[in-house]
T-cell receptor, first 109, second 113 residues
Framework: SQQGEEDPQALSIQEGENATMNCSYK?????LQWYRQNSGRGLVHLILIRSNEREKHSGRLRVTLDTSKKSSSLLITASRAADTASYFC?????????FGAGTTVTVRA | ETGVTQSPTHLIKTRGQQVTLRCSSQSGHNTVSWYQQALGQGPQFIFQ???????GRGNFPPRFSGLQFPNYSSELNVNALELDDSALYLC????????????FGQGTRLTVV
């Protein structure tokens, strides 16, 4: 079973626009991570936010975490065609990562 | 590139056969985790190896087994293949057996016919 659920399942935006996707999870966590996957290949780690953090930035990425609502959001600003990919949130506990089903983002030129 | 390499990249097997997938972890990493990703789904945790010992296991049957070698590379073995085993198998290495940042390989696409 999947721990997290991303919303929306799919997102189509124009180049230059911002993309926001959300992740909800069910149990308590130590950290939450976001990964990107291009064309069904390997996952690339984007950002990790710990349970005692509320917001984190990395380049054009902004992640928020609300542990009271068991939810996180990923914002990609000024999107580019290269941002077209599937994005997954993963909760980290003990020894494993539990992934959601992902949000597929398409950036139109 | 993450420094994690997996082989082979693609594989076609017949139902009932056995398969071995290989993973070389990133330099300095002592922990390897394996994930199965079915089409359109997120990765599902299979198991983790830390310093050559199984450190945790997901909800997969015993016909999924693994090994980690002294150089921290790893193998995933699947016996008695079933059609539902068709998936992308991902290996991830990390420094430590906790929930730290994981570096993924490009995966092995297994098709069972």
């Amino acid at each position: 079973s999947q721990q997290g659920e991303e919303d929306p399942q799919a997102l189509s935006i124009q180049e230059g626009e911002n993309a926001t996707m959300n992740c909800s999870y069910k149990t308590s966590i130590n950290n939450l991570q976001w990964y990107r996957q291009n064309s069904g290949r390997g996952l690339v780690h984007l950002i990790l936010i710990r349970s005692n953090e509320r917001e984190k930035h990395s380049g054009r990425l902004r992640v928020t975490l609300d542990t009271s609502k068991k939810s996180s959001s990923l914002l990609i600003t000024a999107s580019r065609a290269a941002d077209t990919a599937s994005y997954f949130c993963a909760t980290g506990n003990d020894y494993k990562l539990s992934f959601g089903a992902g949000t597929t983002v398409t950036v139109r030129a | 590139e993450t420094g994690v390499t997996q082989s082979p990249t693609h594989l076609i097997k017949t139902r009932g056969q056995q398969v071995t997938l290989r993973c070389s972890s990133q330099s300095g990493h002592n922990t390897v985790s394996w994930y199965q990703q079915a089409l359109g789904q997120g990765p599902q945790f299979i198991f983790q190896y830390y310093r050559e010992e199984e450190n945790g296991r997901g909800n997969f049957p015993p016909r999924f087994s693994g090994l980690q070698f002294p150089n921290y590379s790893s193998e995933l073995n699947v016996n008695a293949l079933e059609l539902d085993d068709s998936a992308l198998y991902l290996c991830a290495s990390s420094l430590g057996a906790g929930h730290t940042e994981a570096f993924f390989g490009q995966g092995t696409r297994l098709t069972v016919v």
